[in-house]
């Protein structure tokens, strides 16, 4: 090639070079050495939403960087262009936005469905750029004079549900579209501006017909009574008080002459079948959607909070048409009245029913009752354990499963707070992704929250923010949301809040059966002292690591997180003081932690950062503090007097039939065919029988006294006959207890603090031990057995409740007569499997787990049960074995996720195949894997023999085995006394 040629060659290669480099995507530059270098562009005629957007944008990007952003409304030679409110094309999704980036690295676009949108644009770019919003005082902003985003870049989002309400008492507007909420049932004046930006997602789904919204009985039950519901009341004490004083609740007029007996008309139910009433529903609800369509346009036709119906003739019979004879039936006839009378002219209206109270049962004949157009169900459900994701509660799903036949929209109304004491550590965060997720997976449409009320709350601010952001996307990994936010909104503190955190949560794990209520006051059926001076260290740790953080925001939120210091040191203090010593820490008086919580209480509650509803500590406390106030007066005397318990005359004690009690009726002691005593519970299925756990219904058990009075690990012997495969819960078997604090009884205070499920399968009716786990029995607690409320049951009956000391369980005990226990912990030397030894980390055991989702060796781990000589002479004869399990799984309630087994080996060469002495099924739930204790019952150990856990579905995701019980039979079957 000549030099001609070749400068030709050269010069080509260098123009397509440059011409590649030219046409190379270049970054968006906001600004450069602290010079803005882009201006802000919004149409003259923007909306609210889109000015909104500019301002809040201009303002972060001026912090970010310390240039001034310029706002126009059409581009500005030589600057850079962001657009904000600009249509957004090719996206119909509701509130859906787009950030796009231009190649030439010139115009950054950002657009929104609606004029939500555009703000949810501008928090969502301003996050990519480093931003957190984690409280309205506690933002993390960087810095960064250079400030440029990646070329090319694009997103395009929208939320997976269309109301999603904030739940925080945030008097904050920017901070709801920061959570990226589009509703704000506390504070109308919020309310209001987001109507003004995309009209009212809200949905209408609480309580509206009595006296609350609609057809008032303050306004019309004088003249017309006929249109509130007809009861009769049937206890004669009940009927003397009705005639005795004049009731708000109940009149006597409107009575037809020719009912018998003693009947009256309730001011807040109303009669769904009186035409009169329907009338007057149309007019009023169409009154309001002339007003409001179609800014508002959702309305509540909904139970009051009540369970009572009319039992006027015709509410009568149409209950009783359908075979589950459920009031739920007069609402849906009434929902689907209103609809088709107002649908024509409002066709996009929402008309909800809230199933709760006398609406919280599906009818069995769907095609009947079905749901029509226009219509939804909301399900709101306090009945359950909060510590785990509401699809794990064997009573939601098959309700569910019932309204999902009747209706095709649904909403949710949840509850995320222990009510009764908001700032009690509350161990549910790890519940929100699989709920959120499970609502999504059904197609709900959104809802609402109810959360704690006061910022004083541990973890409110961050649970406010999950919550938010998974009910936008709720395939978000929750727990790695939790992250996020620590370690933005914690910096330094962030270790020692996590620790707070793992804390609470793996608390809850320990006993599978600890009740987290929504309405219970003490902490202590799941925080052990050891864990609240664990958290008090953390928290202690917590305050040192943030004492100089310039982010003022940020001292703000720890400091009120450490608020716990002086709520559990003063709430649990008399639990605390023998572990404080034994662990060296130095607990200060109690009355500095009570002053502590008053001062903080009342610095919270009038200073700028209180917002919100007055109801600081919990639900009824509207004064804000007076109700806690009474708590602290009334420990004051005995605050400092270490938590005792009598001293054990009893490693054993059997509570007999002849020591029971029940419900009126339904209870009796009875013997079987040998002459054996127990306790028949006996109740019908149907025919208006209630299905609610109730001990006035039916009910078997016994109350503590003071002789029983101890820390006892506790049994049920019960036996029942079901009519399900797999039923979740056959029977219940519980303990409400008096709250306590140390030695004192809070007067007036008792709750449920456990609730076990006894699972069962058709034809497996035989007795068997229940272990409801370890607990402290103070005396007037009450341990129950219940019958089961979701498949029918038959039978119930309770041989014996057994209280053992947990010196028999947890330690290798001998008495004479070779009576004793054997405790043997799974160490993975001793077990056989793919199996891999664990510790946990929070109580510093070891336990062995199989990962059944991973793994291609076997399903199972087996322990030998004779390990050493001494066990190997105790293991054989009559003997109780329990074993403590941990079962994980892929989806909820599965009724035989594993098995527990006893089994005798094949012989050697064939001599004898191998046997299985006891094989045991345990129930597996996503969300829901805490230990628990399994009776395999009282079996004849022989030399050999092997405890094993098997997984059995394939949903089953990990079992593990922490340790095995070997326990003479007369512990079990007698009373034995402390040797």
């Given at each position: 090639?000549?030099?001609?040629?070749?400068?030709?060659?050269?010069?080509?290669?260098?123009?397509?070079?440059?011409?590649?480099?030219?046409?190379?995507?270049?970054?968006?530059?906001?600004?450069?050495?602290?010079?803005?270098?882009?201006?802000?562009?919004?149409?003259?005629?923007?909306?609210?939403?889109?000015?909104?957007?500019?301002?809040?944008?201009?303002?972060?990007?001026?912090?970010?960087?310390?240039?001034?952003?310029?706002?126009?409304?059409?581009?500005?030679?030589?600057?850079?262009?962001?657009?904000?409110?600009?249509?957004?094309?090719?996206d119909d999704r509701y509130e859906a936005f787009r950030i796009q980036a231009s190649e030439d690295g010139r115009t950054l676009d950002l657009a929104g469905n609606?004029?939500?949108?555009?703000?949810?644009?501008?928090?969502?770019?301003?996050?990519?750029?480093?931003?957190?919003?984690?409280?309205?005082?506690?933002?993390?902003?960087?810095?960064?004079?250079?400030?440029?985003?990646?070329?090319?870049?694009?997103?395009?989002?929208?939320?997976?549900?269309?109301?999603?309400?904030?739940?925080?008492?945030?008097?904050?507007?920017?901070?709801?579209?920061?959570?990226?909420?589009?509703?704000?049932?506390?504070?109308?004046?919020?309310?209001?501006?987001?109507?003004?930006?995309?009209?009212?997602?809200?949905?209408?789904?609480?309580?509206?017909?009595?006296?609350?919204?609609?057809?008032?009985?303050?306004?019309?039950?004088?003249?017309?009574?006929?249109?509130?519901?007809?009861?009769?009341?049937?206890?004669?004490?009940?009927?003397?008080?009705?005639?005795?004083?004049?009731?708000?609740?109940?009149?006597?007029?409107?009575?037809?002459?020719?009912?018998?007996?003693?009947?009256?008309?309730?001011?807040?139910?109303?009669?769904?079948?009186?035409?009169?009433?329907?009338?007057?529903?149309?007019?009023?609800?169409?009154?309001?959607?002339?007003?409001?369509?179609?800014?508002?346009?959702?309305?509540?036709?909904?139970?009051?909070?009540?369970?009572?119906?009319?039992?006027?003739?015709?509410?009568?019979?149409?209950?009783?048409?359908?075979?589950?004879?459920?009031?739920?039936?007069?609402?849906?006839?009434?929902?689907?009245?209103?609809?088709?009378?107002?649908?024509?002219?409002?066709?996009?209206?929402?008309?909800?029913?809230?199933?709760?109270?006398?609406?919280?049962?599906?009818?069995?004949?769907?095609?009947?009752?079905?749901?029509?157009?226009?219509?939804?169900?909301?399900?709101?459900?306090?009945?359950?354990?909060?510590?785990?994701?509401?699809?794990?509660?064997?009573?939601?799903?098959?309700?569910?499963?019932?309204?999902?036949?009747?209706?095709?929209?649904?909403?949710?109304?949840?509850?995320?707070?222990?009510?009764?004491?908001?700032?009690?550590?509350?161990?549910?965060?790890?519940?929100?992704?699989?709920?959120?997720?499970?609502?999504?997976?059904?197609?709900?449409?959104?809802?609402?929250?109810?959360?704690?009320?006061?910022?004083?709350?541990?973890?409110?601010?961050?649970?406010?923010?999950?919550?938010?952001?998974?009910?936008?996307?709720?395939?978000?990994?929750?727990?790695?949301?939790?992250?996020?936010?620590?370690?933005?909104?914690?910096?330094?503190?962030?270790?020692?809040?996590?620790?707070?955190?793992?804390?609470?949560?793996?608390?809850?794990?320990?006993?599978?059966?600890?009740?987290?209520?929504?309405?219970?006051?003490?902490?202590?059926?799941?925080?052990?002292?050891?864990?609240?001076?664990?958290?008090?260290?953390?928290?202690?740790?917590?305050?040192?690591?943030?004492?100089?953080?310039?982010?003022?925001?940020?001292?703000?939120?720890?400091?009120?997180?450490?608020?716990?210091?002086?709520?559990?040191?003063?709430?649990?203090?008399?639990?605390?003081?023998?572990?404080?010593?034994?662990?060296?820490?130095?607990?200060?008086?109690?009355?500095?932690?009570?002053?502590?919580?008053?001062s903080t209480a009342l610095d919270y509650l009038n200073s700028d950062e209180y917002m919100g509803a007055r109801q600081l500590y919990g639900e009824n406390d509207?004064?804000?503090?007076?109700?806690?106030?009474?708590?602290?007066?009334?420990?004051?005397?005995?605050?400092?007097?270490?938590?005792?318990?009598?001293?054990?005359?009893?490693?054993?004690?059997?509570?007999?039939?002849?020591?029971?009690?029940?419900s009126p009726v339904r209870f009796a002691v009875t013997n079987d065919a040998s002459g054996a005593p127990f306790s028949s519970l006996t109740y019908g299925w149907?025919?208006?029988?209630?299905?609610?756990?109730?001990?006035?219904?039916?009910?078997?058990?016994?109350?503590?006294?003071?002789?029983?009075?101890?820390?006892?690990?506790?049994?049920?012997?019960?036996?029942?006959?079901?009519?399900?495969?797999?039923?979740?819960?056959?029977?219940?078997?519980?303990?409400?207890?008096?709250?306590?604090?140390?030695?004192?009884?809070?007067?007036?205070?008792?709750?449920?603090?456990?609730?076990?499920?006894?699972?069962?399968?058709?034809?497996?009716?035989?007795?068997?031990?229940?272990?409801?786990?370890?607990?402290?029995?103070?005396?007037?607690?009450?341990?129950?057995?219940?019958?089961?409320?979701?498949?029918?049951?038959?039978?119930?009956?309770?041989?014996?409740?057994?209280?053992?000391?947990?010196?028999?369980?947890?330690?290798?005990?001998?008495?004479?007569?070779?009576?004793?226990?054997?405790?043997?912990?799974?160490?993975?030397?001793?077990?056989?499997?793919?199996?891999?030894?664990?510790?946990?980390?929070?109580?510093?055991?070891?336990?062995?787990?199989?990962?059944?989702?991973?793994?291609?060796?076997?399903?199972?781990?087996?322990?030998?049960?004779?390990?050493?000589?001494?066990?190997?002479?105790?293991?054989?004869?009559?003997?109780?074995?329990?074993?403590?399990?941990?079962?994980?799984?892929?989806?909820?309630?599965?009724?035989?996720?594993?098995?527990?087994?006893?089994?005798?080996?094949?012989?050697?060469?064939?001599?004898?195949?191998?046997?299985?002495?006891?094989?045991?099924?345990?129930?597996?739930?996503?969300?829901?894997?805490?230990?628990?204790?399994?009776?395999?019952?009282?079996?004849?150990?022989?030399?050999?023999?092997?405890?094993?856990?098997?997984?059995?579905?394939?949903?089953?995701?990990?079992?593990?085995?922490?340790?095995?019980?070997?326990?003479?039979?007369?512990?079990?079957?007698?009373?034995?006394?402390?040797?």
């Amino acid at each position: 090639m000549n030099s001609r040629a070749t400068l030709f060659a050269l010069a080509a290669a260098f123009a397509v070079t440059a011409s590649a480099a030219l046409a190379a995507p270049a970054p968006f530059v906001f600004a450069e050495s602290g010079r803005a270098k882009a201006a802000v562009v919004v149409a003259e005629d923007a909306g609210p939403g889109a000015e909104f957007a500019v301002q809040e944008l201009v303002d972060y990007l001026n912090k970010m960087t310390g240039a001034r952003f310029p706002v126009a409304t059409s581009p500005l030679k030589g600057w850079n262009t962001i657009y904000v409110g600009r249509p957004l094309s090719g996206d119909d999704r509701y509130e859906a936005f787009r950030i796009q980036a231009s190649e030439d690295g010139r115009t950054l676009d950002l657009a929104g469905n609606d004029e939500r949108g555009n703000a949810y644009a501008v928090y969502d770019l301003l996050e990519t750029l480093g931003c957190g919003f984690w409280s309205p005082d506690n933002e993390t902003v960087p810095f960064e004079t250079n400030l440029v985003l990646s070329a090319g870049y694009e997103k395009s989002d929208a939320p997976a549900f269309s109301f999603r309400n904030n739940d925080e008492p945030f008097g904050d507007f920017a901070m709801v579209l920061k959570l990226r909420a589009n509703t704000n049932r506390h504070r109308r004046d919020i309310q209001t501006r987001l109507d003004g930006m995309g009209g009212d997602a809200y949905e209408s789904i609480s309580h509206s017909l009595g006296n609350c919204q609609w057809v008032k009985s303050s306004v019309f039950f004088d003249a017309h009574p006929d249109w509130y519901a007809l009861v009769e009341i049937t206890d004669t004490n009940a009927w003397n008080k009705i005639l005795r004083e004049s009731s708000r609740y109940c009149g006597t007029n409107g009575i037809p002459t020719n009912l018998k007996g003693n009947w009256v008309r309730l001011r807040y139910i109303p009669c769904t079948m009186a035409q009169g009433m329907r009338d007057q529903l149309v007019k009023e609800v169409g009154d309001f959607l002339a007003a409001n369509y179609p800014v508002h346009k959702s309305v509540s036709i909904s139970t009051p909070d009540s369970s009572d119906y009319c039992h006027c003739a015709a509410c009568r019979k149409l209950v009783d048409s359908d075979e589950s004879r459920t009031s739920a039936v007069l609402y849906i006839d009434l929902i689907n009245y209103v609809a088709k009378s107002l649908l024509p002219k409002y066709p996009k209206a929402h008309f909800n029913l809230l199933s709760y109270g006398a609406a919280y049962t599906p009818p069995k004949d769907a095609k009947r009752f079905k749901m029509g157009p226009g219509t939804g169900v909301a399900f709101a459900h306090h009945w359950r354990n909060h510590g785990v994701p509401i699809n794990c509660c064997e009573r939601f799903m098959p309700r569910f499963l019932g309204w999902r036949d009747v209706c095709d929209r649904f909403l949710f109304w949840e509850y995320y707070t222990n009510f009764h004491i908001y700032v009690n550590p509350f161990p549910n965060t790890d519940i929100f992704g699989p709920a959120f997720k499970f609502y999504l997976d059904n197609k709900f449409d959104g809802g609402f929250c109810q959360m704690t009320n006061s910022r004083l709350t541990p973890f409110a601010d961050l649970n406010w923010w999950v919550k938010n952001r998974l009910m936008w996307n709720p395939n978000a990994d929750a727990m790695a949301l939790v992250d996020q936010y620590i370690e933005g909104a914690y910096g330094p503190a962030a270790p020692h809040v996590r620790r707070y955190l793992d804390i609470v949560l793996h608390a809850k794990r320990r006993q599978r059966w600890a009740w987290i209520g929504d309405y219970v006051d003490d902490t202590g059926n799941y925080l052990q002292p050891g864990d609240v001076l664990e958290i008090m260290r953390a928290m202690q740790k917590a305050l040192a690591s943030i004492s100089k953080d310039p982010n003022i925001g940020r001292r703000i939120d720890v400091r009120r997180l450490a608020f716990s210091i002086n709520h559990l040191g003063a709430m649990r203090y008399p639990d605390l003081i023998e572990p404080a010593k034994a662990e060296r820490f130095r607990l200060a008086p109690w009355q500095e932690y009570s002053d502590g919580w008053k001062s903080t209480a009342l610095d919270y509650l009038n200073s700028d950062e209180y917002m919100g509803a007055r109801q600081l500590y919990g639900e009824n406390d509207g004064s804000g503090l007076k109700g806690f106030f009474r708590y602290l007066d009334m420990l004051k005397e005995t605050a400092e007097t270490p938590t005792a318990w009598p001293e054990r005359k009893l490693l054993s004690r059997v509570v007999a039939p002849a020591e029971m009690t029940g419900s009126p009726v339904r209870f009796a002691v009875t013997n079987d065919a040998s002459g054996a005593p127990f306790s028949s519970l006996t109740y019908g299925w149907g025919g208006g029988e209630p299905k609610f756990m109730s001990p006035n219904w039916c009910e078997a058990g016994f109350t503590v006294t003071n002789d029983l009075e101890g820390v006892w690990y506790l049994f049920s012997n019960v036996s029942v006959d079901t009519t399900a495969t797999n039923d979740p819960a056959a029977a219940y078997t519980g303990i409400y207890s008096p709250w306590y604090v140390g030695n004192f009884r809070v007067p007036n205070k008792r709750a449920e603090i456990c609730s076990m499920r006894i699972a069962r399968t058709k034809g497996d009716e035989g007795w068997r031990l229940a272990c409801l786990g370890k607990w402290g029995l103070r005396p007037g607690a009450r341990v129950w057995v219940m019958p089961g409320v979701v498949n029918e049951t038959r039978n119930l009956g309770v041989r014996n409740f057994t209280l053992l000391s947990p010196e028999v369980f947890e330690k290798d005990v001998t008495l004479p007569g070779g009576i004793g226990s054997r405790h043997v912990s799974a160490a993975i030397r001793a077990c056989e499997g793919a199996v891999e030894q664990k510790r946990d980390e929070i109580d510093r055991y070891f336990y062995a787990e199989l990962d059944c989702l991973s793994t291609n060796g076997p399903g199972a781990i087996n322990a030998p049960i004779a390990q050493s000589k001494d066990l190997s002479a105790f293991a054989t004869g009559e003997k109780y074995v329990f074993a403590r399990v941990r079962v994980s799984a892929s989806d909820v309630l599965v009724g035989d996720a594993a098995r527990v087994r006893l089994v005798q080996p094949a012989k050697a060469k064939g001599e004898e195949p191998e046997r299985v002495i006891v094989d045991i099924p345990v129930g597996g739930s996503y969300g829901a894997d805490s230990w628990q204790i399994i009776s395999l019952g009282r079996v004849a150990l022989e030399p050999g023999m092997v405890l094993g856990v098997v997984a059995n579905d394939p949903a089953t995701a990990a079992v593990a085995l922490r340790d095995f019980v070997l326990v003479s039979p007369e512990f079990l079957e007698t009373s034995v006394k402390a040797q």
